[in-house]
């Protein structure tokens, strides 16, 4: 589904990515880990389109959004790809409902449709009752699982999370990490997951191991 092929990326004379290759399956978990300063998060914003490397294309099932104006781009990476970050990102003045609905509002869906979709999944999440509730009124967990729904809202072909679980508590973590296999199972999505978790990492599809701006190992665990 996502080729990476020959990604390299500086920034002045510290090279972050160095010749990276690699492909992401549809409706696999995928993991990458690795020590600080390997290049994991700046690999996930090249794969996000959220970053442009040096040199080396990024393929979504064949087409090089590398080579998309700003606007297609734009347009791409909303309806095909979903973003979690450490720190949810909800916008605080808003509620749950209308964090997740924003998303599909700026792809164009109609506001009724929106809203639909948008309570759907936060009754998925087990956050039925809490829809009109702003961030703050919200655990941690909670947050996160909001986060997951606006990642979710128009239907991506990847979600991609950079330290989903590193604010939660144990609980809370495990909750998640079980969201994402349940998602996997149900739903057939597909998830990349920069992560320091050992215990998420294990439980992933495959492992990708990163060092010095490398992949250096690529493990099946399923």
């Given at each position: 589904?996502?080729?990476?092929?020959?990604?390299?990326?500086?920034?002045?004379?510290?090279?972050?990515?160095?010749?990276?290759?690699?492909?992401?399956?549809?409706?696999?978990?995928?993991?990458?880990?690795?020590?600080?300063?390997?290049?994991?998060?700046?690999?996930?914003?090249?794969?996000?389109?959220?970053?442009?490397?040096?040199?080396?294309?990024?393929?979504?099932?064949?087409?090089?959004?590398?080579?998309?104006?700003?606007s297609?781009?734009?347009?791409?990476?909303?309806?095909?790809?979903?973003?979690?970050?450490?720190?949810?990102?909800?916008?605080?003045?808003?509620?749950?409902?209308?964090?997740?609905?924003?998303?599909?509002?700026?792809?164009?869906?109609?506001?009724?449709?929106?809203?639909?979709?948008?309570?759907?999944?936060?009754?998925?999440?087990?956050?039925?009752?809490?829809l009109?509730?702003?961030?703050?009124?919200?655990?941690?967990g909670?947050?996160?699982?909001?986060?997951?729904?606006?990642?979710?809202?128009?239907?991506?072909?990847?979600?991609?999370?950079?330290?989903?679980?590193?604010?939660?508590?144990?609980?809370?973590?495990?909750?998640?990490?079980?969201?994402?296999?349940?998602?996997?199972?149900?739903?057939?999505?597909?998830?990349?997951?920069?992560?320091?978790?050992?215990?998420?990492?294990?439980?992933?599809?495959?492992v990708?191991?990163?060092?010095?701006?490398?992949?250096v190992?690529?493990?099946?665990?399923?």
């Amino acid at each position: 589904m996502i080729k990476i092929r020959n990604i390299n990326k500086s920034y002045g004379a510290l090279q972050v990515l160095d010749n990276v290759n690699v492909d992401i399956n549809r409706g696999e978990v995928v993991t990458i880990v690795g020590p600080s300063g390997a290049g994991k998060t700046t690999l996930l914003q090249i794969m996000g389109t959220l970053d442009s490397p040096d040199s080396g294309s990024v393929l979504y099932d064949g087409q090089d959004v590398l080579s998309m104006k700003d606007s297609s781009l734009a347009r791409f990476r909303n309806q095909n790809i979903g973003f979690v970050f450490q720190f949810h990102q909800l916008l605080p003045e808003f509620t749950a409902l209308e964090n997740v609905m924003m998303p599909a509002l700026i792809g164009g869906m109609k506001q009724k449709e929106a809203s639909a979709r948008a309570k759907e999944l936060l009754e998925y999440m087990g956050l039925g009752e809490r829809l009109d509730h702003k961030p703050a009124e919200l655990s941690g967990g909670e947050r996160q699982r909001a986060a997951v729904a606006r990642a979710l809202v128009n239907r991506p072909a990847v979600v991609l999370a950079d330290e989903p679980s590193g604010s939660l508590d144990t609980k809370n973590k495990q909750e998640l990490h079980n969201l994402f296999f349940r998602l996997r199972d149900e739903m057939q999505q597909t998830f990349v997951i920069v992560t320091h978790d050992e215990t998420l990492a294990s439980d992933a599809d495959r492992v990708l191991y990163m060092r010095d701006g490398r992949i250096v190992n690529d493990v099946i665990k399923k």
